[in-house]
């Protein structure tokens, strides 16, 4: 089994590579040195891996590339592979997310940008055409920016029907498809908002990450911007599972990868203290869906401890135990083999860690 982890960072990506079941990782030179890459992918239906990096240049604005062979080669367009047409106000400023759709739709690949947008490539990733549906909804005029701006940052293809897909937007809130994407509904109910004078409203949640369970494809689990949720019917109704966690603010939230039930969050103290919990690095699990937590710290640094872990720079891999892997701010890549029991450090002294994706081949 060989296991690839890529990072990416504020200044560049960082391809690792494991050969003997996590224990060790061989780290590759920054790609697209000194770009921050906010988005990564591995799609895996093909012959060989393809790794696609979202990537904001000062300069030349954002983009998208792909490699078929870790990193000796890329592929991007001439030009920009996310753009508005000329008669629409607006200009693609980020790529929050990259996903590939499922083996039934080779060459599929959906893209979440800034502002909140949703694009379709069918050349996987090479070209992307914005999916109007959403962009023309017409809620869209009263969706607002969150502290890192507007944005998709969060896109779910149903495991077993193309046709419906699951978006979640800072802010906005959950929004969901069941006709491929040409028309679109909130899906926010009992998820609050507590920035709006109507704590509960249908749309304008600040939802930070949301993830699908292994298990059964409408239980769906959301970090907000202050709380911790479970749905159970796809996304009509949101139940609270922040009561045994240590805060209900944070970033990423992480289902395991085969087992229903199992998933993994790391808890800020607030929004206006974004730190660890106690100035502790813990992750915590559930196994029991979000009804009770654990905290897991063995072998991560020892408090005092200050940096955060982003919305996407936390995630699992596919083997069996899966790994689960997380990055700072400070530049620190932890993994466990062991799906949290014990960790170990990949790298240090990165850039800032803003993402995180990780394969078994």
């Given amino acids: 089994m060989t296991v690839h982890l890529a990072i990416g960072t504020q200044k560049g990506l960082f391809l690792a590579t494991s050969t003997d079941d996590r224990r060790s990782w061989e780290i590759s030179p920054a790609h697209h040195a000194g770009l921050g890459i906010y988005s990564v992918a591995f799609d895996t239906r093909g012959p060989t891996v393809r790794v696609l990096a979202g990537f904001e240049s000062s300069h030349f604005g954002p983009s998208v590339a792909v490699t078929d062979d870790l990193g000796q080669s890329w592929q991007e367009p001439e030009k920009a592979p996310l753009a508005f047409s000329a008669g629409e106000e607006a200009a693609v400023e980020r790529v929050w997310q990259l996903v590939p ?107 930070h990450k949301v993830a699908r369970d292994a298990a059964d494809p409408d239980h769906y689990y959301a970090q907000n911007h202050h709380g911790v949720y479970r749905t159970t019917d796809g996304g009509d109704s949101w139940q609270s599972i922040a009561n045994t966690l240590p805060a209900d603010f944070g970033f990423p939230i992480v289902a395991h990868p ?28 559930s196994t029991d869906a979000g009804d009770t937590w654990e905290p897991q710290q063995s072998g991560l640094p020892q408090d005092p401890y200050y940096p955060v872990v982003l919305r996407d720079a936390m995630c699992t891999d596919n083997a069996d ?39 078994a081949v």
């Fill in 258 to 285: 085969a087992r229903g039930g199992t998933l993994w969050n790391f808890p800020l103290v607030a929004d206006s203290q974004r730190q660890p919990v106690d100035l502790r690095c813990r992750v915590f699990r």
């Fill in 321 to 359: 135990p899966a790994g689960v892997y997380f990055g700072s701010r400070a530049g620190e890549v932890y993994a466990s083999r062991d799906e949290g029991e014990t960790w170990s450090t990949v790298a240090a002294h990165l850039p800032d860690v803003l993402c995180v994706r990780a394969v």
């Fill in 101 to 207: 759709a499922g083996p039934e739709q080779p060459g599929v690949v959906y893209a979440g940008t800034q502002p909140s947008a949703l694009w379709r490539s069918a050349d996987g990733g090479l070209t992307f055409e914005l999916i109007r549906g959403l962009w023309d909804h017409p809620h869209r005029p009263e969706w607002g920016a969150g502290f890192g701006g507007q944005a998709i940052h969060t896109i779910l293809p149903h495991p077993a029907d193309p046709s419906r897909l699951l978006v979640a937007m800072s802010t906005g809130g959950v929004y969901r498809t069941t006709d491929g994407g040409a028309t679109w509904a909130p899906a926010n109910r009992g998820i609050k908002a507590a920035h709006q004078p109507d704590p509960w409203p249908e749309f304008g949640q600040c939802v």
